[in-house]
């Protein structure tokens, strides 16, 4: 264990080997990070890891020196699955076995890398199992049948409180281009960085080793920190990096071989970055750069742990810019401070605030040592878009049919074969699904199309125009077969009958039983009739047809 005082300066740390920046790292497009876990609280943090290596099995212990009095606030186990297994895989901790898996999945930091397929972040929540008193922790993966990697890296995160302690920031963040040859992230902190206490910067990494020469070059800001390889002290295998520490507002301890500086070497993930940030900053740019080899994308970036003091009055309050709500959609206002107090706009007190209409929404907060001014928020409205396609149909063979929304200006109408636009045509069964969006507001709806060879199909139309020009003059049949016998009427709004036919290709005009024609609206038909297969049974269908002219 290497304990820093806190006050020292690392001035005279360097070695000449340092002094080198890739210029690779330069010409790096810069990736955000992706938070797994941020929080602050009166006390501090601890960090173990374990790594399995290029061992399909096997165990290793670490230590956890948490402070007598403290409560667990947070324990979280992670696991870094290497390879797309999808078997569970039994790993005891301390002898109790838990079970890593689908339930255990942090579904947001799956993705493909090359050259090991899929990896996966797991994570399992310890916080009410974790006893603060234990120091020593052995991790353990027995032999499966299945012999290959599962889950290849370990990493246990503890958060303790302990109120007489000073107040800690930590944020968590997974690497979500862990695989690239070069990777450049900016870092974002929840809170500005006092630079007075150190700030942790810690790196979880997979498969270093410096036999083969695989290792990393490390730079934050531009200054360039060595480089990092080869097996963690808890390995059992010579393969894995990973930084053990523990973080409080005076204290910050390297365990293991993890020894705390400005210098990054060997298996050494660990530094305090505070002499390379200014006051109160709020970010950072971190450059990994892969050691040449045979396979210069071999090592895996993991996590990264910011670990770090700040003041709740460095941090603005600041409900977001002005937002539109989607139909159906809430938002959550957050304007949480430590020991703050709040006033919302129709007098709520609470820390957030869930919005479900358009408005003008603010909040004031009172704190005993700061001061800050409202803040406010527009939040307009935009309705929902018609997706809506209607119930499943049922096409004849060889008949087509349009799918379609009434259409909005400014809207995009996207289906599931690719086409675009509100309306599709379609002459094959099948599931249409079509997706309307507007910004970030987006609605769908899918229909279901089968195709019969309709040995009994009956369709009427719903409007016909009768003016004369000789385009859809009649009321007809659009399909009327296997039927055996049938009648049909046409009523008007009285119920008076104005049209009746016992045929099947009947076609009406529009006019009384008189002769005239009767005025434009809507009027009601009533079909009854017996099918030619069936039980004889006579049934009847009823509808309506417009008349415009």
Not at 184 to 203: D, E, I, K
Request: some cysteine; overall charge negative; aromatic content about 10%.
């Amino acid at each position: 264990m290497h304990a820093t005082p806190l006050h020292r300066c690392r001035a005279g740390l360097w070695l000449p080997v340092l002094l080198t920046v890739l210029a690779t790292t330069l010409r790096t497009p810069v990736h955000a990070q992706l938070p797994v876990w941020t929080d602050n609280f009166h006390g501090g943090v601890v960090v173990g890891n374990f790594s399995l290596g290029s061992t399909n099995f096997g165990g290793g212990t670490f230590t956890m020196p948490i402070p007598a009095g403290s409560t667990v606030r947070k324990a979280t186990l992670y696991g870094i699955e290497v390879g797309g297994n999808l078997q569970p895989t039994i790993v005891k901790l301390n002898g109790v076995e838990y079970l890593f898996g689908p339930a255990t999945t942090a579904s947001p930091f799956t993705y493909i890398a090359p050259p090991y397929g899929t990896v996966q972040l797991h994570q399992l929540d310890l916080t009410t199992t974790l006893d603060p008193t234990v120091m020593d922790y052995a991790v353990v993966v027995p032999p499966t049948e299945a012999m290959h990697n599962h889950l290849v890296d370990f990493c246990l995160v503890v958060a303790y409180e302990r109120p007489a302690d000073d107040e800690v920031w930590a944020d968590l963040f997974w690497c979500d281009k862990n695989s690239a040859e070069v990777e450049a992230y900016t870092v974002t902190t929840t809170a500005p960085m006092l630079v007075n206490n150190g700030v942790a910067f810690a790196t979880m990494a997979s498969y270093c080793r410096v036999g083969l020469q695989d290792c990393e070059y490390m730079s934050v800001n531009g200054t360039a920190l060595g480089s990092f390889g080869g097996n963690d002290e808890n390995a059992v295998s010579p393969f894995g990096a990973s930084a053990s520490l523990k973080y409080s507002g005076d204290e910050f301890t390297g365990l293991a071989d993890d020894d705390v500086d400005l210098a990054v070497n060997g298996p050494d993930v660990l530094a305090d970055i505070s002499t390379l940030l200014s006051d109160q900053a709020s970010t950072f740019q971190v450059t990994y750069t892969h050691c040449p080899s045979g396979s210069p994308d071999d090592n895996l970036m993991n996590l990264m742990l910011v670990a770090y003091s700040s003041s709740v009055c460095l941090q603005t309050v600041d409900l977001g810019p002005d937002t539109l709500l989607c139909a159906g959609e809430t938002i959550l206002l957050d304007a949480s401070r430590p020991n703050a107090t709040y006033t919302w706009q129709d007098g709520s007190t609470d820390p957030t605030y869930t919005v479900s209409a358009p408005g003008t929404y603010a909040v004031q907060l009172a704190h005993p040592s700061c001061s800050w001014p409202p803040d406010t928020v527009v939040v307009g409205y935009r309705p929902v878009l018609d997706a809506e396609l209607g119930p499943d149909l049922v096409l004849c063979e060889g008949q087509s049919t349009m799918l379609h929304v009434q259409a909005q200006n400014g809207a995009k109408y996207i289906w599931s074969n690719g086409e675009v636009g509100p309306a599709l045509e379609v002459d094959a069964p099948g599931t249409y699904h079509l997706t309307a969006s507007m910004g970030r507001c987006a609605y769908s709806d899918s229909i279901t199309v089968s195709m019969d060879p309709c040995q009994f199909a009956v369709d009427l139309p719903n409007i016909f125009t009768p003016n004369g020009d000789g385009s859809n003059a009649y009321f007809a049949p659009v399909a009327l077969r296997g039927v055996q016998r049938m009648h049909i009427s046409v009523f008007n709004r009285w119920g008076q009958e104005l049209f009746t036919s016992t045929q099947p290709d009947f076609r009406w005009y529009g006019r009384s039983a008189a002769g005239s024609e009767v005025p434009d609206g809507v009027y009601y038909w009533v079909l009854r009739y017996v099918a030619e297969r069936g039980d004889g049974q006579e049934r009847s269908l009823t509808g309506t047809v417009t008349i415009t002219r």
